[in-house]
């Protein structure tokens, strides 16, 4: 029976880009110093774990570099070469391609051949344990093609000095043909050179055989080739030290490096390694099981989590909501029955009211995520941004476990990235400039995450230069924007949000064209969020975004325009309250003003905005709430307010279309329908002569 492993893709894919994830952070945070052995398995377990399954599968890019990848950090981890700043920029850039390849196989992207072949050339240059540094060229960690090119390809072995000798004895079946020994052999040539010692004692290929391996691969990989042909129990794998010579780099070393005359190309102050065994002459001992044993930390975690797909937790978030509707109508028609007569089914309601709160809450909790899946990513970008402008700069979390839904985390991403660059190219200053000024030449950039009432509040801070006001003013009036002198700050703060603007001198392919700040600010005012900034010229800057804990429920005040409930989301509303007559003023007949605790906020009527009759004619007789966004205040005029509720989204736009003032819509008890007002939108679409006349 022929498996389909394509079934188990999906399964790899995830597993992969975690592994990788998790090795980029283990080799951003490694002590060159003074590496923690621990942190050096896990890094080389991941590249191991990452090449059995591309092997697995037949992803023979991704094993080629993997391969040669976990060559030299096996040699690293057991102390045969030291760890340098060079070999972990390296390691980065094989993590990159992989990455790379991991994409293009699951159909998101097409791996780059070439930048793989330099990878390889590169970890295959480190571990001939060269001393001379070496040749780079743009990013960290890439070695100039052109002095590899007289040794790339085919001709480029793994290196001499990384390989062993092993010593194979195993047993044939009796019915295995001279095929299966064939096949045995093209598996174990695929990790070095191999010869036969032994000669089998009957028959063509059963029977005992003796081989050896000269090989640079780890004695695991050599168990997985064999293990499935052979009798486990009569399968020993003995390694002993080997003397292959150094003409390769020998060769290499002199085609690179000056004339000056160099020690042995190899230098390691290890002792040769024991010959081991890797098996017992037990009849009942079984291989090692590389997978298994490799991480007790790995297996409790695979007992207390399983896998399971966003779709399926979706489809379970949406029934939950469907129930929570369903019991609130219950509850509805309930109401009207007497409660004597009626008192268990009652009672029975209620407790179903309580179970499916409940219930709902558990599921919402299974969407939600640790910050840290979005803040891993940042070190990476840190390092990589503040080497390439020659800065330097160190990154600090706070609050990583907060928790926040996965449909935020995976856009919310994009946004907090620019934001990071942008504090690194703007904010931070050169060394020599933080030193003029008195400050430690290693800037320092925050990211915190934290809950605030029913939202979560993320803040990317700086110890850098601060915004310039004047500066900020200046660009404004220059680019043809009506700005008063007398705007405050947190006004002022809010132009770099405007569409090209940018006050870098320089534009540069990280930022200075005037995009991205205000592609920030659409996209967080899209998930419901805000953008607040504080700065303070020469201390530092810092960016706050307010975000709605999860986009599928929302907690709102129901009100009535004319006979139509609308809900308006809670985090939007200072006050609501019942104005007098006279503190509605008219303003050039232009619009209508309310007078509130000594400022006048413009008014919007939501029977014009949505084309319903009043109920209420008179302002002064209706509900004027008190809206505010992104520091800008409104009056939305109401006829009645009903009550506040904890409804379920559901999106009016894939279901019917998208309406002006509108983001979505919910199911009341009764079953019907009510709109939920943007209030973001209708506060920032005001009309500029009403905002000048507040």
């Given amino acids: 029976m022929t498996v389909d492993m394509t079934q188990f893709y999906q399964v790899f894919f995830e597993e992969s880009s975690e592994l990788l994830a998790e090795m980029e952070t283990l080799l951003l945070k490694v002590d060159l110093a003074a590496p923690d052995t621990e942190e050096l398995n896990a890094i080389f377990r991941v590249a ?11 992803f023979t890019d991704m094993t080629e570099v993997t391969h040669v990848l976990e060559s030299l950090l096996d040699r690293v981890r057991k102390g045969e070469l030291a760890l340098t700043s060079e070999m972990v920029d390296v390691f980065l850039k094989a993590r990159d391609v ?3 390849q991991l994409a293009g196989h699951r159909g998101d992207g097409k791996a780059d051949p070439v930048a793989a072949q330099t990878v390889c050339d590169s970890l295959k240059y480190l571990a001939g344990g060269i001393t001379a540094p070496l040749p780079m060229k743009k990013g960290p960690g890439s070695i100039d093609s052109s002095i590899l090119a007289p040794f790339s390809g085919a001709a480029v072995a793994v290196p001499a000095a990384s390989e062993v000798c092993y010593q194979i004895q195993f047993v044939m079946p009796e019915a295995a ?11 174990l040539a695929a990790l070095g050179k191999v010869e036969s010692v032994g000669a089998p004692v009957s028959g063509v290929a059963g029977g005992n055989h003796v081989w050896r391996l000269v090989s640079a691969a780890p004695d695991t990989d050599i168990w997985e080739a064999m293990a499935f042909a052979v009798d486990p129990a009569g399968l020993k794998i003995e390694q002993e030290a080997a003397d292959p010579g150094y003409g390769f780099f020998d060769a290499f070393h002199a085609a690179i490096v000056p004339a000056d005359p160099v020690a042995s190309p190899v230098t390691s102050t290890a002792a040769a390694p024991e010959p081991k065994r890797r098996a017992t002459d037990a009849p009942d001992a079984a291989p ?13 975690a695979d007992a207390t989590s399983i896998r399971v797909g966003v779709e399926k937790v979706d489809q379970l978030i949406n029934l939950a909501g469907e129930l929570v509707i369903t019991q609130a109508m219950l509850t509805q028609t309930a109401s009207q029955l007497d409660p004597v007569q009626h008192e268990k089914l009652l009672n029975g ?46 990154l600090k979390t ?10 935020l985390i995976e856009k919310i991403a994009d946004p907090l990235n620019h934001l990071v660059r942008n504090s690194i190219d703007h904010g931070i200053e050169m060394p020599e400039k933080r030193r003029a000024a008195g400050k430690p030449e290693k800037g320092t950039i925050t990211l915190r995450a934290f809950h605030q009432g029913g939202n979560i509040v993320i803040e990317v801070a700086d110890d850098g230069a601060g915004l310039s006001r004047e500066r900020i003013l200046a660009k404004a009036l220059s680019q043809g924007m009506n700005v008063p002198d007398s705007i405050a700050d947190q006004e002022v703060w809010q132009l770099i949000f405007a569409a090209g603007f940018s006050t870098a001198e320089v534009v540069t392919d990280v930022s200075g064209r005037g995009v991205g700040m205000d592609v920030v600010k659409r996209n967080i005012q899209a998930l419901g969020g805000s953008v607040e900034i504080d700065s ?52 050039r007949n232009q619009g209508t003003v309310v007078h509130v605790r000594g400022e006048y906020l413009p008014v919007l009527k939501s029977h014009e905005i949505f084309n319903i009759p009043p109920v209420a004619a008179d302002t002064g007789m209706g509900i004027m709430v ?16 009903v009550g506040q509720h904890q409804v379920v989204i559901k999106s009016l736009e894939s279901n019917y279309r998208r309406i002006r003032g509108v983001s979505g819509a919910t199911i009341m008890g009764d079953g019907k329908v009510a709109m939920i007002i943007d209030a973001g939108m209708l506060v920032r679409g005001m009309k500029p002569e009403l905002r000048a006349a507040a």
Avoid at 177 to 187: F, I, S, V, W
């Fill in 288 to 300: 090692p099981n590389r997978g298994r044993r490799e991480s007790d930390k790995a297996t409790a």
């Fill in 398 to 407: 706070v609050g990583e476990t907060t928790e926040l839904d996965k449909g």
């Fill in 98 to 100: 992989v990455t790379g």
């Fill in 48 to 58: 191991h774990s990452i090449k059995g399954g591309a092997s697995t599968f037949g």
């Fill in 349 to 394: 309601l209620a407790q179903l009211d309580r179970n499916t709160r409940d219930l709902q809450e558990s599921v919402m909790s299974i969407r939600m995520m640790p910050i840290s899946f979005v803040f891993s990513r940042f070190p990476r970008v840190v390092r990589d941004l503040a080497a390439k402008l020659n800065k330097e700069v160190e």
């Fill in 177 to 187: 043909n001279a095929d299966a020994l064939e096949k045995l052999r093209t598996n």
């Fill in 626 to 641: 008190i809206l505010e966004s992104d520091g800008v205040k409104k009056a939305l005029f109401v006829d009645e307010l």
């Fill in 536 to 587: 303070t010229f020469g201390a530092g800057t810092r960016m706050s975004i307010r975000l709605p804990l999860t986009l599928a429920i929302l907690d709102g005040l129901s009100v009535k325009v004319g006979d139509q409930l609308f809900i308006i989301p809670l985090n939007h509303i200072i006050e609501s309250l019942q104005p007098a007559a006279s503190d509605v003023k008219s303003v």
